[in-house]
C-alpha cells in the first residue's frame, strides 16, 4: 500500500489566489510527521511546512498552511495569493517516528502552475 | 552558510562504467541519505547512513555502493550492476529544526544528474 498518495498530477492556479493541493497517507504508527516540499525546476528540495500527528492546531508559514485532517488521514497544502514563483512540484511526505530511521515516505508530487 | 553540496551537477557515463556522485556537507549532522528521482516519480531511498563507518540499504540499494569514512560526506557509486542509473539524485542529510521534538527536518542538496549513453 502506498504510505503517501498525491492524487493530482497537475494544477493550475491564477495568480494572487489560493490553491489547495491534497495529500493523503496511511499509516498505523500513532507518532508520525507531515512534511510538504517544493521542488522548483532546478531540481532541488525546499521544506515548506510541519505537522506532527499530536499538533492540535494546523501549521502555518506564511502563505503556506497545512489543512491536518487526521480521521480522514489527509494533509493537504493550502497555499495563500499564489505568486509566479510558486510553480514548481510538490511533494508530500511523512515520517513514521516510531520505525525510526529518520526515513520519509515521498507522494508522485503535483505540479503546480501559476497563470499570470 | 551552511548546506550540501552535490556534484556533479551533470554526469554523463557509458554503459559498464562505475560513476561516483559526490556529496558534502557542513551542517554537522549525522544522519546522510542518497534518493533517486524518476521522470513522474517521488523520491526513492538508495542507502542511509546514521553515523561514520554505518550505513544501510534503502528501498533500491541495487547496483549501488556507499562509504560514509567522515561525517561530511557521503559518496554513492553507481556500478555497471545498475540496469536503469540514467535518474536525478539527491543527497539529503537531517537535523533538528528545534521548534518541535521530532521535526526533523531533511536538508537536501541541489542534486545530480546522471545519463546513461
Known amino acids: 500500500a502506498q504510505k503517501i498518495t498525491q492524487t493530482q498530477p497537475g494544477m493550475f492556479v491564477q495568480e494572487k489566489e489560493a490553491v489547495t493541493l491534497d495529500c493523503t497517507y496511511d499509516t498505523s504508527d500513532p507518532s508520525y510527521g507531515l512534511f510538504w516540499y517544493k521542488q522548483p525546476s532546478s531540481g532541488e528540495m525546499i521544506f515548506l511546512i510541519y505537522q506532527g500527528s499530536y499538533d492540535q492546531q494546523n501549521a502555518t508559514e506564511g502563505r503556506y498552511s497545512l489543512n491536518f485532517q487526521k480521521a480522514r488521514k489527509s494533509a493537504n497544502l493550502v497555499i495563500s495569493a499564489s505568486q509566479l514563483g510558486d510553480s514548481a512540484m510538490y511533494f508530500c511526505?511523512?515520517?513514521?517516528?516510531?520505525?525510526?530511521?529518520?526515513?520519509?515516505?515521498f507522494g508522485t508530487g503535483t505540479r503546480l502552475t501559476v497563470i499570470p | 552558510d551552511g548546506g550540501i553540496t552535490q556534484s556533479p551537477k551533470y554526469l554523463f557515463r557509458k554503459e559498464g562504467q562505475n560513476v561516483t556522485l559526490s556529496c558534502e556537507q557542513n551542517l554537522n549532522h549525522d544522519a546522510m541519505y542518497w534518493y533517486r528521482q524518476d521522470p513522474g516519480q517521488g523520491l526513492r531511498l538508495i542507502y542511509y547512513?546514521?553515523?561514520?563507518?554505518?550505513?544501510q540499504k534503502g528501498d533500491i540499494a541495487e547496483g549501488y555502493s556507499v562509504s560514509r569514512e567522515k561525517k561530511e560526506s557521503f559518496p554513492l557509486t553507481v556500478t555497471s550492476a545498475q540496469k536503469n542509473p540514467t535518474a536525478f539524485y539527491l543527497c539529503a542529510s537531517i537535523g533538528d529544526r528545534g521548534y518541535e521534538s521530532g521535526a526533523n527536518v531533511l536538508t537536501f542538496g541541489a542534486g545530480s544528474r546522471l545519463t546513461v549513453l
Open positions: 547512513s546514521q553515523i561514520v563507518n554505518d550505513f
Open positions: 511526505a511523512m515520517r513514521e517516528y516510531q520505525t525510526g530511521a529518520n526515513n520519509l515516505f
